[in-house]
T-cell receptor, first 112, second 116 residues
Framework: TQLLEQSPQFLSIQEGENLTVYCNSSSVFSSLQWYRQEPGEGPVLLVTVVTGGEVKKLKRLTFQFGDARKDSSLHITAAQPGDTGLYLCAGAGGTSYGKLTFGQGTILTVHP | GAGVSQSPSNKVTEKGKDVELRCDPI?????LYWYRQRLGQGLEFLIYFQGNSAPDKSGLPSDRFSAERTGESVSTLTIQRTQQEDSAVYLC??????????????FGPGTRLTVL
């Protein structure tokens, strides 16, 4: 059974601060995804990382996949209130049909 | 709209009653997934459909849970004799095809189930 440990579970910061969310596992994943979910809606994909050591940037968000493809991080620079939401990491691997294993999620609140 | 839709958006039921939750995937998406999400937490895999067959039902919590899919379209998740611990948001996702590197799943807004 593949497990993903996501931390921290809660993050409350002021506008303009930087933050990092971590996703760790003892299992290797073929790819790892980060989703953002707002209240009353389903998760929306932010990025997929596939190659060990890969770094992807999406405006103020930087995503990194560990060299061994067991861990990942999401770094947000100069957080804004609009970044508030639930961030989820999800790993794919072990099946041929894209079954995802989700982390527990990080609830981010950015105060103006 | 061309997204995944789910109905009802909210369902309140009494303990012991049966409920049916519906998912309409994006047209042409062959793969369909059901997940359960407890408040503020990650998603728990329930079942996967490829077309109308379900090769992976390993996440269904008990035999009170079942799901069906008609062809490559609508899916219904049924919970019999609901219990309070079944209260959660039930999310459906679809995916255009297997293979490829993206693995992106497109999620519906979910059905919030409350069992009193």
């Amino acid at each position: 059974t593949q497990l993903l440990e996501q931390s921290p579970q809660f993050l409350s910061i002021q506008e303009g601060e930087n933050l990092t969310v971590y996703c760790n596992s003892s299992s290797v994943f073929s790819s790892l995804q980060w989703y953002r979910q707002e209240p009353g809606e389903g998760p929306v994909l932010l990025v997929t990382v596939v190659t060990g050591g890969e770094v992807k940037k999406l405006k103020r968000l930087t995503f990194q996949f560990g060299d061994a493809r067991k861990d990942s991080s999401l770094h947000i620079t100069a957080a804004q209130p609009g970044d508030t939401g639930l961030y989820l990491c999800a790993g794919a691997g072990g099946t041929s049909y894209g079954k995802l294993t989700f982390g527990q999620g990080t609830i981010l609140t950015v105060h103006p | 709209g061309a997204g995944v839709s789910q109905s009802p958006s909210n369902k309140v039921t009494e303990k012991g009653k049966d409920v049916e939750l519906r998912c309409d995937p994006i047209s042409g998406h062959t793969a369909l997934y059901w997940y359960r999400q407890r408040l503020g937490q990650g998603l728990e895999f329930l079942i996967y459909f490829q077309g109308n067959s379900a090769p992976d039902k390993s996440g269904l919590p008990s035999d009170r849970f079942s799901a069906e899919r008609t062809g490559e379209s609508v899916s219904t998740l049924t919970i019999q004799r609901t219990q309070q611990e079944d209260s959660a948001v039930y999310l459906c996702a679809s995916r255009p095809r297997l293979g490829g590197r993206s693995n992106e799943q497109f999620f519906g807004p979910g059905t919030r189930l409350t069992v009193l």
